[in-house]
């Protein structure tokens, strides 16, 4: 497989190398975010041993935290980066990666517990943004776990003014929680709860639910 557009810079000599050590307050951020949304919006208790598609994984930074907060599940890493996955695969985790494309997600429909995509849609405009998310949607079972920047947040607003007066195109997109709810309830998810870092911060993360089938079928 060629490796996604939007996954492309990521096979970038050493920033696949680099990616974890990144700012480290931020990561302790959303680490704290993803569990308290996990916690709040009730574990796939219906299951004994949950399965979970963190999808993109990169380089399976997610995989302690979901390890840590919903045991014993089985977990998929999916990227499009070999880069990214690379890095994945050397932890020696219990784990399993494959290389995928989030506009077309080699897996069957309802195949997962939990989906998880962390700091992915901003890299997409809308039209892809949404096509991703019918991809997600599709292979959840129950529960989508995401991320998005949000339009209205102080980070956000500074990036669009600096990239306005230097005539450069918006290197990340914003998606808001109103607009990721109708994409969603489309597919017959439902928002069961939110949180955001922070109105300076532009990160948010959504816990969406499924309909069980043939409610909506
Ligand atoms: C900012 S990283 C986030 C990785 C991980 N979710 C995390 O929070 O650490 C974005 C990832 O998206 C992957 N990616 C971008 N476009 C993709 C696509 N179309 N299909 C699959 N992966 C993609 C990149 O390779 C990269 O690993």
């Known amino acids: 497989m060629t490796t996604p557009g939007s996954a492309s810079r990521y096979e970038q000599k050493g920033k696949a190398a680099a990616y974890e050590a990144r700012n480290p307050a931020r990561t302790r951020a959303e680490r704290a975010l993803l569990s308290a949304l996990l916690a709040r919006g009730g574990q796939p208790s219906s299951v004994r041993v949950p399965s979970i598609l963190d ?80 991809q997600l949607a599709r292979v959840t079972r129950r529960d989508l776990v995401l991320s998005a920047f949000h339009p209205w947040s102080a980070h956000h607003l500074s990036r669009k003014i600096q990239n306005w007066l230097q005539r450069r195109p918006l290197p990340r997109h914003a998606h808001s929680p109103r607009w990721i709810r109708e994409q969603l309830a489309h597919q017959g998810l439902r928002e069961i709860e939110r949180a955001r870092m922070g109105h300076f911060r532009d990160l948010w993360v959504g816990l969406y639910r499924k309909s069980p089938p043939g409610l909506l079928d």
């Open 55 to 134: 999808a993109p994984c990169g380089t399976g930074r997610l995989y302690p935290w979901l390890a840590q907060d919903l045991k014993g599940a089985h977990y998929l890493g999916l990227d499009g980066s070999l880069a990214m996955l690379e890095q994945a695969q050397a932890k020696d985790i219990p784990a399993a990666f494959i290389q995928g494309d989030l506009q077309h997600l080699p897996l069957a429909e309802r195949s997962f517990d939990l989906v998880v995509s962390f700091r992915f849609l901003h890299h997409l405009a809308k039209p892809e943004a949404a096509t991703a998310l019918r």
